[in-house]
């Protein structure tokens, strides 16, 4: 919480806030609990916390995923730090947000005693958050599709094996637009990131689709090749 040091110093509180995308069925997801405590008990917001002594922020972001999501060893990165001054009735708090992209088939919520009700919800349509957690939503929305077209991050959200339909579904959804077949696949294989794995899906009702893995993860220029 804030306080006031010895030297005079205000000292505001710090807390993390993560947001956890996944695609599923065709739908940008994010992860919401509802809240146990007061201030806005029984609200969805975010999984958060704030920071104990000794701990980092990454630390404390992977520690809140875990106690109130049910979540664990996926990867978070540092998205923003939201300071405005009036955004926790309890004084003074930072929020130093952090993003996760998590393929829904990887994606593993274990109930506990202190998970808060974790959902995966759409991410359009969000109901009222606690504090300032709908702004938090749309930066890390905004960070998510500008990330997708300067680089390759689309393997974050996929399968280690995928169609390229489902691959550019992935653009598609982040993106919100529909994107040209053709062009897409043809610019996408010249990248060199991704190549065949030698087999197929089968089981669809379309004819058996040929599946990728990604080869090369570096960051790629993305933008022009989703021109359309």
Do not use: W
């Amino acid at each position: 919480m804030p306080n006031q040091s010895k030297g005079g110093f205000f000292n505001p509180g710090v807390t993390v806030d993560v947001v956890v995308f996944t695609i599923e069925n065709g739908l940008l997801k994010i992860l919401l609990v509802k809240r146990s405590d007061d201030p806005f008990k029984g609200f969805p917001a975010l999984p958060g916390g704030f920071i104990r002594r000794g701990e980092t922020t990454h630390e404390a972001a992977e520690r809140v995923l875990k106690d109130k999501a049910g979540i664990e060893n996926v990867y978070v990165e540092q998205l923003y730090t939201f300071d405005e001054v009036r955004r926790d009735p309890r004084g003074q708090v930072l929020s130093v947000s952090y993003f996760a992209l998590v393929p829904s088939e990887d994606l593993s919520i274990r109930l506990g005693r202190k998970t808060e009700h974790p959902e995966m919800v759409a991410a359009d349509g969000l109901p009222a958050l606690a504090f300032d957690h709908n702004r938090i939503v749309v930066y890390s929305r905004k960070r998510l599709a500008d990330k997708i077209r300067y680089s390759n991050v689309a393997y974050s959200l996929l399968p280690s094996e995928f169609t390229l339909t489902e691959l550019q579904k992935i653009y598609e959804t982040v993106l919100g637009r529909r994107i040209d077949k053709r062009n897409f696949r043809k610019k996408y294989l010249e990248l060199g990131l991704i190549k065949s794995a030698g087999k197929k899906r089968k089981g669809l009702r379309q004819r058996p689709a040929l599946l990728y893995r990604f080869v090369n993860s570096r960051m790629e220029e993305m933008d022009r090749f989703l021109k359309q």
